[in-house]
């Protein structure tokens, strides 16, 4: 199955580029981060054992990503939009392997602009709506639109485990760029521009594939 892949540092916007891209192909989204969170809210064996590990902010095994990859996929859809994954060279060898890579997005943004993003981010604890204080607020302060539930900072969002996420970014997910720019499958966005700005420039990077 064929696919594209978005990633960046936490914050540059890959989830909503994403979303955008796999509706415009009809292709089947999937968030990695939004996967197991599900799994969590759900309280399912696989969502406790990653459980600990989400809310320290950390990364989860390749072993678990794998298992939740390959229980997701949709056979009716034509493709994929990938964006939280591959998080680690091994992952990226495992998709690789496992598809066919057709373009791959490295969301470039400044680190404080990231944080600054990072830091307004809400989801309801009771729903799993996220929002956005910046781009994307709730209608009502602290409130969520789609269910009533209240809106809360994650885990994962928190000072600290921002902290240690980006730490891990900088030590493993920025070798995937050199890792698709040596197989030409690379492309880099400047994520700092508005969201139809940063579409636009993917929709030109993609060329007739959208046609």
Known sequence: MQCFVFFGIQGSGKGTQAELLSENLNYQH???GDLFREQVLRQTDLGLQVQDIISRGELV????????????????RQGIVF??????????????????????????LAEAVAIRRISSRRIC?????????????????????????????RNDDKPEAISRRLTEFYEQTLALKEFFASRDLLSEI??????????????????????
């Open 30 to 32: 999937i968030n990695i």
């Open 61 to 76: 095994p390749d072993s678990l990503v794998f298992e939740i990859v390959d229980s997701s996929l949709l056979p009716e």
């Open 83 to 108: 964006d939280g994954f591959p998080r680690t060279l091994v992952q990226a060898e495992y998709l690789v392997e496992h598809f066919q890579v057709r373009q791959v997005f490295f969301l470039e």
């Open 125 to 153: 604890n009771s729903c799993g709506e996220n929002y956005n204080l910046e781009s994307d607020p709730p209608r009502q302060d602290d409130v969520c639109d789609k269910c009533g539930g209240e809106l809360v900072i």
């Open 190 to 211: 400047d994520a700092s521009q508005d969201v139809e700005e940063v579409a636009a420039a993917i929709r030109k990077a993609i060329g007739s594939l959208l046609n």
